[in-house]
């Protein structure tokens, strides 16, 4: 039995779907009336006679390591679309997530060593109210801050107005730093690193800009309207490019993946399904998903469930290689 509470959310039931559509079962779903994160005996009785527990709910500040907890109390299984710290496969979503893994899969696919990166994340897609609140409590990551062999805060800017190869509109860039791209530069040895999410939206710069004055429920409240607005007759969208500069034998090299996706919470969905998957044929036990899960297998099995496939290109994209 997989037990997924929150399976009725927007990352739950895209993990639903992707779980049904790999054959993985039998599952028991935890919608808000099945079972409540908040309350330990509540959560014993769905976890119980569950080989895999799978926390799709939120806020993730709000459930903590609860779920964890019922599952280790319960002898299964467990995999968080949150990083958590504790027992099981966390972080397993779009950040942290595919964006480790991504790059992880290109540095193992083109390099023997990698000495440079950057990496522009752009979602235009809905803020649900659970992401909203996530987004805002987000303390993992220090804005302008880079990698040079090592964390240096304040050594990037932000950018308004740019033109990237892979996107159709100009866009802010706020560089940041966080936990996810700290382990990552110092797995794969990065003298540089600068991570970039790219907004296109004004309405949800503005949002972010004005959350710092705003008390938490309202600023949730503007991030959720500024996303629709943005959203309004546009389809939604998730591109993750990544850059990586390095060697390959003796000759130096540049790669750039790129990796397109419908949308967060069905990109964040289909990761916790697979993690899930992993989980239950032992191929994975515990960590961080990016480091636990392997590249190659995973998003190779991303692409054949029609979620994305990426793509990778010599050198740096053009605009006729990268336009949306």
Same mark, same amino acid.
Request: charged residues 25%; proline residues 4%.
């Given at each position: 039995?997989?037990?997924?509470?929150?399976?009725?959310?927007?990352?739950?039931?895209?993990?639903?779907?992707?779980?049904?559509?790999?054959?993985?079962?039998?599952?028991?779903?935890?919608?808000?009336?099945?079972?409540?994160?908040?309350?330990?005996?509540?959560?014993?009785?769905?976890?119980?006679?569950?080989?895999?527990?799978?926390?799709?709910?939120?806020?993730?500040?709000?459930?903590?390591?609860?779920?964890?907890?019922?599952?280790?109390?319960?002898?299964?299984?467990?995999?968080?679309?949150?990083?958590?710290?504790?027992?099981?496969?966390?972080?397993?979503?779009?950040?942290?997530?595919?964006?480790?893994?991504?790059?992880?899969?290109?540095?193992?696919?083109?390099?023997?060593?990698?000495?440079?990166?950057?990496?522009?994340?752009?979602?235009?897609?809905?803020?649900?109210?659970? =992401?909203? *609140?996530?987004? !805002?409590?987000?303390?993992?990551?220090?804005?302008?801050? +880079?990698? #040079?062999?090592?964390? &240096? /805060? $304040?050594?990037?800017?932000?950018?308004?107005?740019?033109?990237?190869?892979?996107?159709?509109?100009?866009?802010?860039?706020?560089?940041?730093?966080?936990?996810?791209?700290?382990?990552?530069?110092?797995?794969?040895?990065?003298?540089?690193?600068?991570?970039?999410?790219?907004?296109?939206?004004?309405?949800?710069?503005?949002?972010?800009?004005?959350?710092?004055?705003?008390?938490?429920?309202?600023?949730?409240?503007?991030?959720?309207? =500024?996303? *629709?607005?943005? !959203?309004?007759?546009?389809?939604?969208?998730?591109?993750? +490019?990544? #850059?990586?500069?390095? &060697? /390959? $034998?003796?000759?130096?090299?540049?790669?750039?993946?790129?990796?397109?996706?419908?949308?967060?919470?069905?990109?964040?969905?289909?990761?916790?399904?697979?993690?899930?998957?992993?989980?239950?044929?032992?191929?994975?036990?515990?960590?961080?998903?990016?480091?636990?899960?392997?590249?190659?297998?995973?998003?190779?099995?991303?692409?054949?469930?029609?979620?994305?496939?990426?793509?990778?290109?010599?050198?740096?994209?053009?605009?006729?290689?990268? *336009?949306?």
């Amino acid at each position: 039995m997989i037990g997924v509470v929150g399976a009725t959310g927007e990352v739950g039931s895209h993990a639903v779907r992707v779980l049904r559509d790999l054959d993985v079962g039998p599952l028991r779903l935890g919608g808000s009336r099945d079972v409540d994160h908040r309350d330990d005996g509540s959560l014993d009785r769905f976890a119980a006679g569950c080989r895999v527990l799978v926390n799709c709910s939120g806020p993730a500040h709000a459930v903590g390591d609860r779920v964890a907890r019922a599952a280790l109390r319960a002898g299964a299984g467990y995999v968080d679309a949150s990083e958590v710290d504790g027992p099981g496969v966390t972080g397993a979503g779009l950040r942290p997530g595919l964006t480790g893994l991504l790059p992880r899969w290109l540095a193992r696919r083109e390099f023997d060593a990698v000495h440079g990166l950057v990496a522009h994340l752009a979602v235009l897609d809905r803020f649900t109210a659970t =992401a909203a *609140a996530d987004y !805002l409590h987000a303390s993992d990551s220090e804005p302008l801050a +880079a990698w #040079r062999e090592g964390k &240096v /805060s $304040g050594v990037l800017t932000r950018r308004t107005g740019v033109a990237l190869p892979f996107l159709a509109d100009e866009v802010t860039l706020l560089p940041h730093l966080g936990r996810e791209e700290e382990r990552l530069a110092a797995a794969l040895k990065l003298a540089r690193g600068d991570w970039y999410t790219a907004v296109s939206g004004e309405h949800v710069r503005t949002a972010f800009d004005r959350a710092r004055t705003l008390d938490h429920a309202d600023a949730v409240a503007a991030l959720v309207r =500024a996303s *629709a607005l943005d !959203l309004a007759g546009r389809e939604p969208h998730v591109v993750l +490019a990544v #850059r990586l500069d390095g &060697v /390959s $034998g003796s000759e130096p090299i540049t790669r750039t993946a790129v990796l397109r996706g419908r949308g967060n919470g069905e990109l964040t969905g289909a990761l916790t399904a697979l993690a899930v998957l992993a989980v239950d044929r032992g191929e994975a036990l515990s960590g961080f998903a990016a480091e636990v899960l392997d590249p190659e297998v995973t998003l190779a099995r991303l692409a054949e469930c029609g979620i994305a496939s990426p793509f990778v290109v010599e050198g740096e994209l053009s605009v006729e290689e990268g *336009a949306l």
